[in-house]
């Protein structure tokens, strides 16, 4: 192999870059959706992920991780975390979703640097450990090295979790009014559907996303403040290759930015975001809609 | 929208006569006066005073620009009015938010056969919040759509997208019918579509008038309106300028004089 790396360390990378992929799914999911039904580009997003794992964390820290509840500890940090954003839609989102980009880009990113602020504050800057539920501890052993047990867990994770939001979003009266608002919201609200109700149910379930991804990440065992902006520029990323507000596509192109970021890791570590970024490229040459997005979205 | 008060008191002298009420279905009279819409901060419509009777087709015909769309979409709640008086069979629709308009009865198909293109015709027709039974026992239903348009029934599953822009019209009439309204506006229903279309649509506009439903459409063609409408109004500038029966405004002259560009 090419820069003396192993076949065993690319098995290794590409499984773990499956993982981490797994995990931006979940950040990149809540941030398509948004984007698609309330076409507000959300730089807070990944700042909302950083502070789900952060008060996942601190759930963890009271109710410790043990194998029957840390799902439900990530479900209850998630859904914490989303509660706390409704105020955050109905009086900072909701002005601005007719504005220009410009307006959007500095509200939201106002709110990167809120949100950082405060998770550096109330839990410092240095990361922190968690204890790991027992059973997701250690590797699964591969070929001659090991892939952490909790990034089979991540990708189980997202499988799920983007089955529930398919069938949401194609099998019930409330996905066919967000897919409505997709791609005609003032049409919707013709047809006698509460918009701002809707919109900030989009929001919230979006946020909610982002709390179950950040309480998943929890389970590493180790959370720092960088990972928002990280989450951010590669949740960004995985939803233009996908395809602007396409779930499918969105689930796709978190799969190659993670494994894409993973590889880039073997080839010259410190610039691995260089490699993600020529996927972008790549596919923006072939496809400009996205993998799965539609013209003229 | 603050001005809206001063209505209040007058709300009551709006009832239809009981007779009529238990005889056609949806009874209720559409009833404008001194509505004023804004885009933003320039006015677009000015001190307009028009009525709607149920059953009755009513036009709008004036040249592009004359504030036809802004006068709808403010009778829809879309943009921003004010208004002496705008109810629908005695209820205030001027501080209601455009969804519950659509609950109190108004439908509106805007202009370009506006459809959910990535959803499915079926779902496009089943996603609408009907005001059901309000119209006296009728209720049309997503199966009734089906049987005015057969068309739509074939191409059920299809995305609306991928529909022709005649096939997307009857989805709009369609989905404006399932809503169960009391009274239909329509934005240019015949631009651009063939005259086979536009007569199976004047068909069915006929139809639920029939049953009570006021109509009130705009045309910059007066093609459709004419043969629909019993009533038309003339606007230019956003100020109502010739009102008659259809036939007077059938009269070459008189088209002339407010259409010709």
């Known amino acids: ?297 | 929208m603050t001005e809206a008060d001063m209505t209040e008191a007058e709300t009551t002298e709006a009832e239809t006569p009981e007779a009529e009420v238990t005889e056609t279905a949806a009874s209720a009279t559409l009833e404008v006066k001194g509505l004023n819409a804004f885009y933003g901060k320039s006015q677009v419509v000015f001190d307009l005073d028009l009525h709607v009777e149920p059953g009755e087709s009513v036009a709008v015909l004036g040249r592009n620009g004359a504030g036809k769309t802004s006068m709808l979409m403010a009778i829809a709640g879309v943009v921003a009015s004010r208004a002496e008086r705008l109810t629908l069979g005695g209820v205030d629709l001027s501080r209601l938010p455009s969804f519950k308009r659509v609950q109190a009865g108004v439908s509106l198909v805007p202009s370009g056969s506006r459809s959910f293109p990535n959803l499915t015709v079926d779902e496009n027709l089943s996603m609408v919040r009907s005001g059901k039974q309000r119209n006296g026992g009728i209720e049309w239903t997503v199966d009734d759509a089906y049987k005015q348009f057969p068309v739509l029934a074939d191409l059920k599953n299809n995305s609306a997208g991928t529909l022709s822009g005649g096939e997307r019209q009857m989805l709009a009439v369609a989905r404006a019918m399932v809503a169960n309204p009391m009274l239909l506006m329509l934005d240019e229903p015949s631009e651009g579509l063939a005259p086979m279309i536009v007569k199976g649509i004047a068909t069915r506009l006929r139809e639920m008038a029939g049953q009570g439903i006021g109509i009130l459409m705009t045309e910059q063609n007066h093609r459709l309106a004419l043969e629909v409408a019993d009533r038309v109004y003339f606007i230019e500038k956003g100020q109502s300028v010739w009102e008659g029966d259809a036939t007077a405004a059938a009269d070459p002259s008189v088209l002339s004089q407010y259409l010709s560009v």
């Open chain 1, 1 to 297: 192999m090419s820069l003396g790396i192993s076949l065993t360390q690319y098995v290794i990378q590409i499984i773990t870059g499956l993982g981490e992929g797994a995990v931006l799914f979940l950040v990149a999911s809540g941030l398509t959706l948004i984007f698609g039904a309330l076409r507000v580009i959300n730089f807070a997003h990944g700042s909302l992920f950083l502070l789900g794992a952060y008060i996942t964390a601190s759930i963890a820290d009271k109710w410790a991780f043990a194998n029957w509840n840390f799902w439900l500890l990530i479900l209850i940090g998630g859904i914490a975390l989303a509660a706390a954003s409704i105020p955050l839609e109905v009086f900072f989102f909701r002005p601005i979703y007719n504005r220009a980009l410009l307006t959007q880009l500095l509200v939201t990113f106002a709110f990167v640097l809120v949100i950082t602020g405060v998770v550096r504050e109330v839990w410092g800057n240095d990361g922190r450990a968690i204890t790991q539920p027992p059973f997701l501890k250690g590797n699964v052993d591969i070929l001659e090295g090991g892939v952490r047990k909790v990034e089979f867990f991540f990708m189980a994770l997202a499988i799920i979790v983007g089955i529930l939001l398919w069938a949401m979003l194609y099998k019930t009266g409330l996905g066919r009014m967000i897919r409505a608002a997709v791609s005609d919201p003032e049409l919707l609200g013709l047809t006698g559907v509460n918009i701002k109700i809707l919109f900030t149910g989009v929001f919230v379930l979006g946020v909610l996303f982002a709390g179950i991804a950040g309480g998943a990440v929890s389970l590493r065992g180790f959370i720092v403040p960088g990972m928002a902006i990280d989450a951010i520029i590669k949740a960004f990323v995985i939803v233009v290759i996908g395809g602007l507000g396409s779930l499918g596509g969105a689930f796709i192109a978190a799969m190659l930015v993670g494994v894409a970021s993973a590889i880039g890791i073997l080839w010259v570590p410190p610039a691995a975001i260089a490699i993600v970024f020529a996927v972008l490229v790549a596919v923006l040459v072939l496809r400009p809609q996205g993998i799965m997005g539609t013209r003229g979205n």
